[in-house]
């Protein structure tokens, strides 16, 4: 067992994503942490890598000069994790893969269609591997969810409803000092969406992996409701999928008493699923005309055999969803050492570009009143 | 004490909401009912009023004689229960509005525009009283959430999501002799709306009474998924209210594993609101920045005055809510006597024509490919 | 369809549970209330009346007056309910019971053992019918549970977990004026147990209908928390049943957070069931190796076929369960006249008496440090 | 920063715990495990260990050689964990111990009384730490409760509600080659104590660490279901607190429908807290004569500061609670390094001879019938 050589770029003291993705890339024992552009300035990134154990000469205050540097080492880092507010994902993830650094991206994929489209011209000639981390898609109930779509135990799918509420923006956090708030409500930094891009695009990933279908157009309603604020920060959205499916999506940053309340329902000719991110352990099932049950992790009727590492009844969360992604992200990599491309699961550049395409979708009909926009 | 003389029209055997109306108008003693026209024939009627210990001689076969007779009749009705399929809501509550007699009606109030137009005419120009069984309204925490927005408890509201799904139309039940499919997925009985006429309605009314808010445009994507089925039976819409906010409605038959999900939050600048149908004796509320609180009828908190028999954790359910719009009713009716015309909460008959231009704006839009239109 | 004529004893102005018993006999129509002794002098009782719209001649002080002067007329009542404290249930019964007019008696049976056993024995010796109101196990989920046990859904059953906390009686209520914490804390009225009496009876009730097994002996920890309280407040019982099954019985009034939350699990060696008073409409059921099902009532597995007015999705509560025992009742009462006796689920002055006896167990067994003691 | 150089007693291939432990002692990045003596060959532990990424000299076949060897190292462990069945803790515990490693020990403490008696003793005199992994105390809305009862927001506390119900030991696993099941019902192994050793102690010792109260009493009946099983499989105690609070405690292995369904309540004078394993990110309370608040890690209302690595609605589980005790171990080891000793949450080995005493007490009253024994 070798360990994978992580660099990452974002994630300095204080920002939330950073942390999570060490912990996850952490928690299954896959990686080390070597390397990092963890702030823009040479000293910041070093006072950050400091305290997370990194070599003081691994420490960069610009990830083009990582890139370089340590695609010159002989041990030097062979994937990255980008985890810096949207504009920077295409500089950055372009830099390593066209070096053969494999890289894990958060989402969304870019701040702009053109420059999501770029990348996946830049990753289509790259060897390297790109995984974008929609981490929802990791949680064990959500695998199960997917798997029993494509079994056809709901048959074929009529009605799609995806939500993600949160209220930490119900009030202008933003001009308050949340660092987290400003980069999220400034345009430059998020790209032309704000709620829409920041969940709303968890919530269309969510529903295109569970269902496998494509949406071919929609009718987007986004709002503003916190005075001054520069991006949407409530999102409604009308979709009509390839093969006639209905959906319905709704995110929102102003909705009291709504933490985290990303929600999937879908219903098909012979049965619906239900799933909450809150409660992610447990998947809801009613084949038409039986009683609605109670699936869980790692329990009865479950089926997916990957990512549960603990009996069901002993909760997994957030993390270990997370953590999946880049346990599976792993597997790929040491394949990859092999020349192996093995079938998987994980969120592609591909989705990344589907994500940004909806968010520019989202912006372009809402601009037209909500006007009816293919994809 | 001595009990409102009550007539039905509708309700017949076998029929669902006319029993109901039977049980809401006994439960708090304040109705006796002592006339019917049941059903299409006098033979039928007869049939199902001496099941109901009525007087053979007040079961009539047609709803004109009924109020003609009971009209000059000295201990005549002075209210009559109209639980027919939609079309014959107008032309039944016609007449006996003519002749001062009180109408309590099922809804939606017509089955056109036009008819819902001329209805309203009609009541304006009776002494009589109009009530809509908009039932849904009479439950007490729903009184309750109408009280806390209006009190301002939530501040501005801004987000209004609202659903109604069911699933026991998921298979065309309409072609195996079930009567309520039949004529509630029949065009010339409902109207132009299927599910958003039978259940939509209520959605939409749940929404209004408690916001206090009024839509002033829509965009509607009604859909057929059975096929062979002659109206929608699923309903995606986003609302505009005046005011600025903004709401997405979802009403559904084919989404199996829903039985009657009613579910209403509310979302204001301050705080939110959830409550849910299926569980209706819970209000959830959070105020923005504290913890989410769960009031109940009757119990801590709890500030609404009417309705609520039984003290809290002991459920009350779908009849005793149907039951308080009877009880008040029969307060009007009483007041009535004296010429009074208290305030109430009542659904009135402006209520059902907003339903009427809300199904009709629905289809309008819905036929533009869900373009939005104004209400 | 004739109704039958019904009278009361207590439940005059104020009183709870009077109300409830007269609601639930109107909720299905079969009965008309006639005849009261609704309070301990003529002139209350006749104020009571009043307001009730009974006759004022037919408004009695005293139910032994009552029970003779009815049992006179000619249209005279047929069945009395009997909803007074604990401690005039059995000499008002007795009174009706000897002339034959059927008794409807809320519980517990009696104040005392003694009372009961004579209870049982003047029953025994009436050609009437005696129905004791635990009305829990009217909820139609209730009985569909206990069909499940009897058909041997769960196997032979090895653990009862039944439970019933409240919390009105957390502060000393009964010296702040609460007349229904007056008498409920009264040894004289309510008997030698206080919470045990008046909600642990129902807990120890419901397990016996649920599970059709009768306890052997118990072991019980009475306990009275608030200063000055005569009766116990919090109940803690541990119960072996004939056959080998091992209970536990919790019940309180003083366990904030707690309404009316009585819940009933059990356990067999095939599956599991759950069932909670406060969201009376679900059962869950879980087959050992299975997941957990949610049968809700009237919906898909429910095979209970009595007592279920209306559609799944829409609720029904406690006056609904209420009423399913008073309709039951009636079917009895109209066999009765034409010499039938037919099978029923309705409490009898037997499981009064098991009732009593329970309580009078937990007491003995409490002063006894919680010792062993045979039922 | 420098990791915490650890070892491991059991947790070869194939164990549970011993995976979940060295999650624990990774996810916040403060260990490096560095030794083993994984299983009870040294051929074994090699394999175990070779998969870990161990080094094959440090991996023993016996925990003594371990201890001794690691205590001479210039670089040996600092720590262990121990994660053998339940009758090796005490000889493992003491091992390293007596040589100044610091012990990190999976419970119950011991499989026997005395050997709790002499662990206490052994730890007494070691200058190294011990801490017990009642990991359930680990989970910050546990916390949250406990800071809320210390705090008085509760009053005085009277009764407690504890349980943990499984059903995996339904049916006879133990003869069907299930390992876990093997050892957990083998008095060799376990000890006096089935589920009341493995998991009603940790039902016990969760509400003493909530409220902090001394068990003074307890009537214990234990029973074996399942046909030839050594050990009991369903616990139903009362008990009786120093102070005059009241307590019951069930935990099962045979009640289906349930996976680890760990559930504390708490009610004092003022107030009731309510908290459950399987969604441990919830905490319910409800002050007297408010309505019942949900409370969630992180949000509004919460104040416990340690233990949450991420924003509220992004659920954390079982291993960020389990990781938690190692977060805080490190905390105190490194503290240890400097001679200090801060004050800690941690449980003791106080609190695991408590465990086995309520073990023995339990066995003890049991097999009196269940009489009262004291603690």
Redesign the interface.
Known sequence: ???IRLGMVGGGAGA?IG??H??AA????RYELVAGAFSSTADKSKASG????IDEKRCYGDFTEMAKREARLKDGIEAVAIVTPNHVHYPAAREFLKRGIHVICDKPLTSTLPDAKKLVKVAGKSDALFVLTHNYTGYPMVRQARDMVASGA?GKI??V?V?YP???L??AAETEGLKQAEWRTDPERSGAGGCVGDIGTHAYNLAGFVTGLEAESL?A?L?T?VEGRRLDD?V?V?L?YAGGA???L?S?Q????????LRL?V??????L?WA?????YL?????????????RG???FTETTGS????????????GFANLYDQAADLIVAHRDGKTPAHLLPTVEDGLKGVQFIDACVRSSRR????VDL
């Open positions: 067992m070798s360990r939330f942390a999570v060490r912990i952490r928690l299954d024992d400091a305290e997370l154990g709901l009529r009605v409803q939500e949160q209220d930490w119900t009030e009718a309603d709002h409701f409530n409604h009308l009509r209905r959906g319905m709704w929102s102003v909705a009291p008493g709504n933490e985290n309340a329902r219903y098909g000719e012979t049965g619906g239900e991110q809150e409660d992610p352990n809801w099932h009613t084949p038409f005309g039986e009683p609605k049950c109670k699936l869980t329990g009865a009727g590492r603990i009996p069901p009844g002993h909760p997994e969360g957030y993390l270990e009143n909500a006007a009816w």
